[in-house]
C-alpha cells in the first residue's frame, strides 16, 4: 500500500502487533465492540501523529 511504502518494519510490526492484542484483550476481557473500535483507531492515530502524517489528524476527530 502506498500509505505503508515509507514505515519501517519496526513500525510495520508496532501497528499490527498492536491491533492484534487491542483485539485479543478485548475478547479476553469481553469488551463491547466499540470500545475494541476505539481503541483500534487510538493506536492507528497515534502512530500516524508521530509520524507527521495528515491522516492522523482524521482519525483523530473521529474519536472526538
Same mark, same amino acid.
Given at each position: 500500500?502506498? =500509505?505503508?511504502?515509507?514505515?519501517?518494519? /519496526?513500525?510495520?510490526?508496532? =501497528? /499490527? *502487533?498492536?491491533?492484534?492484542?487491542? %483485539?485479543?484483550? *478485548?475478547?479476553? /476481557? $469481553?469488551?463491547?465492540?466499540?470500545?475494541?473500535? %476505539?481503541?483500534?483507531? *487510538?493506536?492507528?492515530?497515534?502512530?500516524? =501523529?508521530?509520524?507527521?502524517? $495528515? =491522516?492522523? +489528524?482524521? /482519525?483523530?476527530? +473521529?474519536?472526538?
Amino acid at each position: 500500500m502506498k =500509505l505503508f511504502k515509507e514505515w519501517s518494519f /519496526f513500525e510495520k510490526t508496532l =501497528l /499490527f *502487533g498492536s491491533i492484534i492484542i487491542t %483485539c485479543i484483550v *478485548g475478547i479476553i /476481557f $469481553k469488551s463491547d465492540l466499540l470500545t475494541i473500535y %476505539c481503541s483500534i483507531v *487510538g493506536n492507528i492515530t497515534v502512530l500516524l =501523529l508521530a509520524k507527521g502524517k $495528515k =491522516l492522523g +489528524q482524521v /482519525f483523530e476527530r +473521529q474519536i472526538i
